[in-house]
C-alpha cells in the first residue's frame, strides 16, 4: 500500500495533461498536443504513464446528481466503538447512497456524504448505518444548498 501512496514528481508536460483532462477528458490527442507543443504519440504515452502510476485513478462522467435524482445530501457525522471500527468502515463502503466516508480526527470517528432521492430514502439509510455493529451514534446535517462542490484538484 505504501506504493500507491507515493508522491509521484510532474513535469510540465504531466501538469499541462492533468489540467486539460480535467477539464474535459474527451480532449482529442490532436488538441492536446497542439496545446502543449508535443506529439500525439507522447499524449499518449504521458497518459499512459500517469495511468499506471495511479496519478490518474480513471476516466468518468461527472453527473449532476440532480438530473438523476439524487438531490438529497446530508452529512453525517459517526462515532464508533474502537474495536468494531475497521468492520464498521467495511459496511459503510458497501452502502450504495454512501458516497464519500472520511476518517477524521476530533469528536467523530468519521464523516459520510450521503446523496438519495427522498427524505424517506435518508431515513432508510440511517436506519441502516444504525444498525451497523459498532455504530455507537450519529449526527446528521441535512444540505440546504451545495455552494462549491470540485471534482477537479489544483494542479500546481
Do not use: C, W
Amino acid at each position: 500500500m505504501s506504493g500507491e501512496r507515493r508522491r509521484v514528481t510532474l513535469d510540465a508536460i504531466d501538469k499541462g495533461l492533468l489540467r486539460i483532462l480535467q477539464e474535459n477528458a474527451k480532449t482529442p490527442y490532436s488538441k492536446i498536443s497542439k496545446e502543449l507543443g508535443i506529439s500525439e504519440a507522447t499524449v499518449h504515452l504521458r497518459i499512459r504513464k500517469l495511468v499506471k502510476q495511479g496519478v490518474i485513478k480513471r476516466f468518468q462522467a461527472i453527473v449532476d446528481p440532480e438530473k438523476v435524482g439524487k438531490d438529497v445530501v446530508a452529512i453525517i457525522a459517526l462515532t464508533a466503538d474502537p474495536r468494531r471500527y475497521e468492520g464498521v468502515l467495511e459496511k459503510l463502503k458497501s452502502m450504495q447512497d454512501v458516497y464519500d466516508i472520511y476518517d477524521v480526527t476530533g469528536e467523530y470517528y468519521t464523516i459520510l456524504k450521503v446523496r438519495v432521492g427522498s427524505k424517506d430514502e435518508l431515513t432508510r439509510v440511517l436506519d441502516e448505518i444504525g444498525k451497523i455493529e459498532g455504530v455507537e451514534s450519529t449526527r446528521t446535517m441535512f444540505v440546504l444548498r451545495v455552494i462549491k462542490e470540485e471534482t477537479r484538484i489544483r494542479i500546481d
